[in-house]
């Protein structure tokens, strides 16, 4: 299971203290998202949390921390930073990954960032060079002339979107699922993962059994960060809720 | 000249990859691509088919009535004293401003694309009651997107579009936000056809915008050589994302002896101010936090330059020193207004006062058959409330 985090939310310790029980609980991959104003493939829930931690002047910088001292705690999880452009672009790129190597992540996924995108190619070979991955996503509406191609720069694992559109914005149709799995399996043996709107254990049970190797939560975790964010127990509790979706995919 | 190949041309589209020298690109969602790849493709089909250029230009003469005329602005060149001032008529189109050009032109690319329905966003909702309008012209359910900062400034647009038949859905903030909240919108329904307001966002979209705007440049050139037997010295037009200036000088990109000004927002101009970075679907300058994480700049009353980016192609022209950029500060603009009012009987919009601003601050003492051409880009209706609030009592 691959659970999505925004970075410092609602602060550094709770959010670190969230991912370790997150870790403890069974999560495999932690994506850490970095916050950012725009935010343009978030759906209300993400970007409210994004406002929040850019309210508190949380940065990339932090996020950086936070991986450090999340791989501090586990030398074995992966750890994905997650966001834009914007900001790793103004880190700049090469002192970005130069970072991300330090603080001993597995590599990123840009959202907004597609292969034709110069500054990825730049972001790209700087990451290929420090031997650390860049996560690429394939949507529903990638035509088979785009997957063909893009398949050659896969990494890591591949992000399967479940629907087009912004996260947590729609139910999950089945059958497109499949279909997605189905098709990418067709042009890689790396690991696929699902991801958008896997909102219960039931959810991802069923994702799961539609054939991916992994699936991915995020909107919902960062909801009932955000609905409980009063709770003393919050990291116990994200632990517990996160044992419940763990249980169903074993 | 205009026949003649140029070596070393600027006046060109993106290149290959979307870029105009280090800005432009396609920073979009995975989801997206395939859209833009298909709108591309569109485009440049489009674009070829004489059929097709032959239905736009049709409706631009009798919906739009275009051409818009040149005017001498006779009184207010006396009162400067200096060179020759002119503006281009853009707020006589039909909807009072320069969108209909582009709305038109990509409502006939989104019919022959066989879109169903269209979303768009808006700053001033100048292009969200142009969009409205050639929505309802050509029976395409359309969607506009706008923030509320802005909505409550620009009410006879709303209304307007509202009688057209658009359905507008309103955010926080203003275009900037408008934009992503569309963008997202169009995530959502990748079949919907994205009619964009300007020259920003991702490739192909600065192409598409300024293909259709250019025609104000080429109208200027036939009424100049008619008018005045010879082309102007100097072009002012004001700027939020680009089109308006992109269109008034694109036709005259490879004819350096132009001088070819950009104004914007004193408040947010990212041409003069801006630091370079990736939002909102491209690369080019933008006010914003070191870091990327936020975007800065002060509110303007012309909601129509209020953005805080720029055209790619315009961060790029203005690194090669091919065009020039100032600025207009909203006490200027409602100077401005009243100038133009009072000696031309003509009510324009906060837009074009900063592009006007600039040209009589350049105009003064220049020689008499020196030529200044602002392109006066919007009427004052939606205006014409905070006017009356601000200064109303300077006309009793």
């Given at each position: 299971m691959i659970a999505y985090f925004v970075a410092c939310y609602p602060n550094f310790e709770q959010s670190l203290e969230i991912i370790k029980k997150s870790i403890d609980a069974g999560v495999s991959i932690c994506e850490i998202g970095f916050p950012t104003q725009e935010a343009s493939g978030e759906g209300i829930v993400i970007k409210n949390a994004h406002d929040h931690c850019l309210e508190r002047n949380i940065t990339l910088k932090d996020t950086l921390k936070l991986a450090r001292a999340v791989r501090d705690y586990n030398k074995d999880v992966g750890i994905i930073l997650m966001g834009y452009m914007s900001n790793i672009f103004r880190y700049p790129i090469d002192n970005f990954v130069k970072d991300l190597a330090a603080a001993d992540s597995d590599g990123c996924l840009i959202v907004d960032a597609p292969h034709e995108l110069k500054e990825e190619q730049q972001l790209r070979n700087a990451l290929n060079k420090e031997n650390l991955s860049l996560i690429k996503l394939v949507a529903p509406t990638t035509t088979e002339v785009r997957l063909k191609k893009l398949s050659k720069l896969f990494s890591g694992w591949v992000y399967s979107l479940n629907f087009s559109g912004i996260t947590g914005s729609k139910p999950v149709d089945l059958d497109e699922v499949k279909k997605m799995i189905k098709r990418i399996k067709n042009h890689t043996d790396l690991p696929i993962c699902s991801g958008f709107g896997i909102k219960s254990p039931e959810d991802a049970k069923k994702i799961a059994n539609a054939g991916c190797d992994g699936i991915i939560v995020g909107s919902s975790i960062v909801d009932f960060i955000t609905k409980n964010l009063d709770d003393t127990k919050l990291p116990e509790n994200i632990g517990k809720n996160i044992e419940n979706f763990v249980k169903e995919l074993r | 000249m205009s026949k003649e190949k140029i070596k070393n041309s600027i006046k060109t589209g993106s290149d290959r990859d979307g870029y105009f020298g280090e800005y432009g690109g396609i920073a979009a969602g995975e989801n997206l691509m395939a859209n833009l790849e298909e709108l591309k493709k569109a485009f440049e089909d489009a674009i070829k088919d004489k059929k097709f250029l032959d239905e736009f230009a049709y409706y631009c003469k009798h919906w739009i009535g275009r051409p818009s005329p040149i005017y001498f602005a006779e009184r207010l060149t006396k009162k400067i004293g200096g060179a020759k001032i002119y503006f281009k008529q853009e707020h006589l189109n039909h909807t009072g401003s320069h969108k209909p050009t582009n709305t038109l032109f990509q409502v006939l690319l989104a019919k022959r694309m066989g879109k169903k329905k269209i979303i768009c966003e808006s700053g001033a909702g100048q292009h969200w009651s142009a969009a409205a309008a050639t929505a309802a012209k050509f029976g395409i359910p359309i969607l506009g997107v706008m923030g509320k900062i802005d909505c409550a400034r620009v009410n006879q647009n709303l209304i307007k579009a509202k009688h057209y038949g658009g359905k507008l859905k309103v955010v926080e903030g203003s275009l900037r936000e408008a934009i992503t909240a569309a963008i997202k919108e169009w995530s959502n329904n990748p079949d919907y056809y994205y009619l964009i307001g300007s020259t920003c966002s991702s490739s192909p979209f600065v192409d598409i915008v300024r293909y259709a705007q250019s025609i104000i440049g080429k109208e200027m050139r036939e009424q100049f050589m008619e008018l005045e037997g010879k082309l102007p010295n100097e072009i002012v037009a004001c700027a939020g994302a680009g089109s308006n200036f992109t269109g008034s000088i694109f036709e005259f990109l490879d004819e350096p002896?132009?001088?070819?000004?950009?104004?914007?927002?004193?408040?947010?101009?990212?041409?003069?101010?801006?630091?370079?970075?990736?939002?909102?679907?491209?690369?080019?300058?933008?006010?914003?936090?070191?870091?990327?994480?936020?975007?800065?700049?002060?509110?303007?009353?012309?909601?129509?330059?209020?953005?805080?980016?720029?055209?790619?192609?315009?961060?790029?022209?203005?690194?090669?020193?091919?065009?020039?950029?100032?600025?207009?500060?909203?006490?200027?603009?409602?100077?401005?207004?009243?100038?133009?009012?009072?000696?031309?009987?003509?009510?324009?919009?906060?837009?074009?006062?900063a592009a006007i601003t600039e040209a009589l601050k350049r105009a003064k003492g220049k020689a008499k058959d020196y030529i200044i051409c602002a392109t006066a880009c919007g009427r004052v209706e939606k205006d014409l409330d905070v006017i009356e609030k601000l200064i109303g009592k300077d006309f009793e």
């Amino acid at each position: 299971m691959i659970a999505y985090f925004v970075a410092c939310y609602p602060n550094f310790e709770q959010s670190l203290e969230i991912i370790k029980k997150s870790i403890d609980a069974g999560v495999s991959i932690c994506e850490i998202g970095f916050p950012t104003q725009e935010a343009s493939g978030e759906g209300i829930v993400i970007k409210n949390a994004h406002d929040h931690c850019l309210e508190r002047n949380i940065t990339l910088k932090d996020t950086l921390k936070l991986a450090r001292a999340v791989r501090d705690y586990n030398k074995d999880v992966g750890i994905i930073l997650m966001g834009y452009m914007s900001n790793i672009f103004r880190y700049p790129i090469d002192n970005f990954v130069k970072d991300l190597a330090a603080a001993d992540s597995d590599g990123c996924l840009i959202v907004d960032a597609p292969h034709e995108l110069k500054e990825e190619q730049q972001l790209r070979n700087a990451l290929n060079k420090e031997n650390l991955s860049l996560i690429k996503l394939v949507a529903p509406t990638t035509t088979e002339v785009r997957l063909k191609k893009l398949s050659k720069l896969f990494s890591g694992w591949v992000y399967s979107l479940n629907f087009s559109g912004i996260t947590g914005s729609k139910p999950v149709d089945l059958d497109e699922v499949k279909k997605m799995i189905k098709r990418i399996k067709n042009h890689t043996d790396l690991p696929i993962c699902s991801g958008f709107g896997i909102k219960s254990p039931e959810d991802a049970k069923k994702i799961a059994n539609a054939g991916c190797d992994g699936i991915i939560v995020g909107s919902s975790i960062v909801d009932f960060i955000t609905k409980n964010l009063d709770d003393t127990k919050l990291p116990e509790n994200i632990g517990k809720n996160i044992e419940n979706f763990v249980k169903e995919l074993r | 000249m205009s026949k003649e190949k140029i070596k070393n041309s600027i006046k060109t589209g993106s290149d290959r990859d979307g870029y105009f020298g280090e800005y432009g690109g396609i920073a979009a969602g995975e989801n997206l691509m395939a859209n833009l790849e298909e709108l591309k493709k569109a485009f440049e089909d489009a674009i070829k088919d004489k059929k097709f250029l032959d239905e736009f230009a049709y409706y631009c003469k009798h919906w739009i009535g275009r051409p818009s005329p040149i005017y001498f602005a006779e009184r207010l060149t006396k009162k400067i004293g200096g060179a020759k001032i002119y503006f281009k008529q853009e707020h006589l189109n039909h909807t009072g401003s320069h969108k209909p050009t582009n709305t038109l032109f990509q409502v006939l690319l989104a019919k022959r694309m066989g879109k169903k329905k269209i979303i768009c966003e808006s700053g001033a909702g100048q292009h969200w009651s142009a969009a409205a309008a050639t929505a309802a012209k050509f029976g395409i359910p359309i969607l506009g997107v706008m923030g509320k900062i802005d909505c409550a400034r620009v009410n006879q647009n709303l209304i307007k579009a509202k009688h057209y038949g658009g359905k507008l859905k309103v955010v926080e903030g203003s275009l900037r936000e408008a934009i992503t909240a569309a963008i997202k919108e169009w995530s959502n329904n990748p079949d919907y056809y994205y009619l964009i307001g300007s020259t920003c966002s991702s490739s192909p979209f600065v192409d598409i915008v300024r293909y259709a705007q250019s025609i104000i440049g080429k109208e200027m050139r036939e009424q100049f050589m008619e008018l005045e037997g010879k082309l102007p010295n100097e072009i002012v037009a004001c700027a939020g994302a680009g089109s308006n200036f992109t269109g008034s000088i694109f036709e005259f990109l490879d004819e350096p002896e132009i001088k070819k000004v950009v104004v914007e927002a004193e408040e947010t101009a990212a041409l003069t101010n801006g630091t370079k970075g990736i939002q909102q679907g491209m690369v080019t300058k933008f006010l914003q936090s070191d870091d990327g994480s936020k975007s800065l700049g002060g509110s303007s009353l012309g909601a129509g330059i209020m953005y805080y980016g720029i055209s790619p192609q315009l961060a790029h022209l203005n690194d090669i020193g091919a065009i020039e950029a100032s600025t207009a500060s909203d006490k200027e603009l409602l100077e401005t207004y009243k100038l133009v009012a009072q000696n031309e009987g003509i009510g324009i919009s906060f837009e074009p006062a900063a592009a006007i601003t600039e040209a009589l601050k350049r105009a003064k003492g220049k020689a008499k058959d020196y030529i200044i051409c602002a392109t006066a880009c919007g009427r004052v209706e939606k205006d014409l409330d905070v006017i009356e609030k601000l200064i109303g009592k300077d006309f009793e």
